[in-house]
């Protein structure tokens, strides 16, 4: 069973940085492509950015020029660097990945989500 673990949300100041991280676990499996999704209290959730397994990035234009995202394909894992934060982004993140198993049909998953808060 493949499980994505999240890691390095937390309560920032406007202009500060944080650094997400997504581990895909487990056996039979391999990735088409990863990203990260946040939810604001009342929002819809939505795509922040992602990226393909051969490291092709988009990002949301409230973001570019802000947020990086990469990942490592050694370690099954997605990065998410967020520089000069700023309230709105406060939110929950979520990682999302876009996997295969050994018959290639491709099948969703997601994580648990990471609290990202930035004070004013």
């Known amino acids: 069973q493949v499980q994505l673990v999240e890691s390095g949300g937390g309560l920032v100041q406007a202009g500060g940085s944080l650094r997400l991280s997504c581990a895909a676990s487990?056996?039979?499996?391999?990735?088409?492509?990863m990203g990260w999704y946040r939810q604001a209290p009342g929002k819809q959730r939505e795509l922040v950015a992602d990226?393909?397994?051969?490291?092709?990035?988009n990002l949301a234009d409230s973001v570019k020029g802000r947020f990086t995202i990469s990942r490592d394909i050694a370690k099954n894992t997605l990065y998410l660097q967020m520089n000069r934060l700023k309230p709105e982004d406060t939110a929950v993140y979520f990682c999302?990945?876009?996997?295969?198993?050994?018959?290639?049909?491709?099948?969703?998953?997601w994580g648990q989500g990471t609290q990202v808060t930035v004070s004013s």
């Open positions: 999302n990945a876009l996997l295969f198993g050994s018959s290639l049909k491709s099948y969703d998953l």
């Open positions: 487990g056996s039979g499996f391999g990735i088409n492509a």
């Open positions: 990226i393909t397994w051969g490291g092709i990035p």
